[in-house]
Nanobody, 129 residues
């Protein structure tokens, strides 16, 4: 069974950068798509970015051009580089693994929470104005 552990959250001023990491254990990581979602206080969890097994990336419009998702299958990690952070980016960020093998995923697949069967515990990102 795969377990996911996020790290790298913290407090940063607007315009600053943070890099989140998600470390996975288990054998099914390398064939799945991975995604980052976030949940702000009082709001529903929303898609941020996803990456399939082949390295194709997908982004929510709100983060496109500012965030970059990447993965290292050998190390079983997925990262989210966040630049030009805004106060609206404040949220708990979650890493997730899709339940199906996804060598070539679609935006619709990686952006829906129902595609995922494993989640990390979340890491808090706070952006001050």
């Amino acid at each position: 069974q795969v377990q996911l552990v996020e790290s790298g959250g913290g407090l940063v001023q607007a315009g600053g950068s943070l890099r989140l990491s998600c470390a996975a254990s288990g054998r099914t990581f390398s064939d799945a798509a991975m995604g980052w979602f976030r949940q702000a206080s009082g709001k529903e969890r929303e898609f941020v970015a996803g990456i399939d097994r082949s390295g194709n990336t997908f982004y929510a419009d709100s983060v496109k051009g500012r965030f970059t998702i990447s993965r290292d299958n050998a190390k079983k990690t997925v990262s989210l580089q966040m630049n030009s952070l805004k106060p609206d980016d404040t949220a708990v960020y979650y890493c997730g693994k899709t339940r199906r093998v996804a060598f070539f995923a679609t935006y619709d697949y990686v952006s829906h929470q129902s595609s995922y069967d494993t989640w990390g515990q979340g890491t808090q990102v706070t952006v001050s104005s």
